[in-house]
Nanobody, 121 residues
Framework: QVQLAESGGGLVQTGGSLRLSCAAS????????MGWYRQAPGKQRELVAA???????NYADSVKGRFTISRDNAKNMVYLQMNSLKPEDTADYYC???????????????WGQGTQVTVSS
């Protein structure tokens, strides 16, 4: 079993910052890509940022220059530093990771439960 646990969401004013964290735990053999997605009310879930196992990153155009994704492979953690937040960033943010477990050495896509980010105008 693998669990992804997000933290760091909350309410912030326009222009403020938040840092999201996601911890992967369980019988992990290897973690491949990790990322953050978000889903606003009435909208589809969208990719915000992703990072490969060797640190290559990609971002949604809407967050480039404002958000930074990073990971700590030793701690099985992924982070999302969000600066210059806008009301349109309001959404539930989900951690995602591609993980192979010790019992099943093939890649499986895992999701966290989500953390809410609200940016007030």
């Amino acid at each position: 079993q693998v669990q992804l646990a997000e933290s760091g969401g909350g309410l912030v004013q326009t222009g403020g910052s938040l840092r999201l964290s996601c911890a992967a735990s369980g019988n992990i053999f290897s973690i491949y890509a990790m990322g953050w997605y978000r889903q606003a009310p009435g909208k589809q879930r969208e990719l915000v940022a992703a990072i490969s196992s060797v640190g290559s990153t990609n971002y949604a155009d809407s967050v480039k220059g404002r958000f930074t994704i990073s990971r700590d492979n030793a701690k099985n953690m992924v982070y999302l530093q969000m600066n210059s937040l806008k009301p349109e960033d309001t959404a539930d943010y989900y951690c995602n990771a591609v993980i192979a477990t010790t019992t099943a050495r093939y890649k499986v896509n895992y999701w966290g439960q989500g953390t809410q980010v609200t940016v007030s105008s």
